[in-house]
């Protein structure tokens, strides 16, 4: 089985750095996955690591390390509009996602 | 580019009652197909997936079935609906050629039983 661990909620002002974490206990881990999702609406993919290392995609970045079971996103230049919940899913070789419940990222001015 | 259609946006159904919702993938062939089910402040519990038409693979045992009867089409149905089935329902599609890694979601079903 799987299962993926979060914080709840983040609150931070805009234009600082946040970092989400996420640890993970997978079976057959092929890799991790980051989504946003704003309230009331549907999640959009963000990121994936399937290696080791950081993958930078504009203003966000994600983090893996499979060594620690161990996966953060990065949040740079924060702006308000990017208050909303980010959840990490972790996917497995057998095609399946398991996502964690979601940390609640707050933007304050 | 690729759309992905879910409908109904909202539904009210009273215990007992079936559902059907459907989805719908355009601009690409052969998708992977998924459906979630998400409770209120919690994450997505996978329901089903679907690597062709008519494969179909379930995850969480209950009172629902899904079907691929097209390659692009992906329906989610319950006989009976139970009080517990209420959620936001989401269906998902990836690119085999990328694995499960990125997947891109419908705009969601809000269900509600009464």
């Known amino acids: 089985g799987q299962s993926l661990e979060q914080p709840s909620e983040v609150t931070a002002v805009e234009g600082a750095i946040v970092q989400i974490n996420c640890t993970y206990q997978t079976s057959g881990f092929y890799g991790l996955s980051w989504y946003q999702q704003h309230d009331g609406g549907a999640p959009t993919f963000l990121s994936y690591n399937a290696l080791d290392g950081l993958e930078e995609t504009g203003r966000f970045s994600s983090f893996l390390s499979r060594s620690d079971s161990y996966g953060y996103l990065l949040l740079q230049e924060l702006q308000m509009k990017d208050s909303a919940s980010y959840f990490c899913?972790?996917?497995?070789?057998?095609?399946?996602?398991?996502f964690g419940d979601g940390t609640t990222l707050t933007v304050k001015p | 580019s690729q759309t992905i259609h879910q409908w109904p946006a909202t539904l009210v159904q009273p215990v007992g009652s079936p559902l059907s919702l459907e989805c719908t993938v355009e601009g690409t062939s052969n998708p992977n197909l998924y459906w979630y089910r998400q409770a209120a402040g919690r994450g997505l519990q996978l329901l089903f997936y679907?690597?062709?038409?008519?494969?179909i693979s379930s995850e969480v045992p209950q009172n629902l079935s899904a079907s691929r009867p097209q390659d692009r089409q992906f329906i989610l149905s319950s006989k009976k609906l139970l009080l517990s089935d209420s959620g936001f329902y989401l269906c998902a599609w990836s690119d085999p050629g990328q694995g499960f890694n990125e997947q891109y979601f419908g705009p969601g079903t809000r269900l509600t039983v009464t």
């Open positions: 679907s690597v062709g038409i008519g494969q």
């Open positions: 899913a972790g996917n497995t070789n057998a095609g399946k996602s398991t």
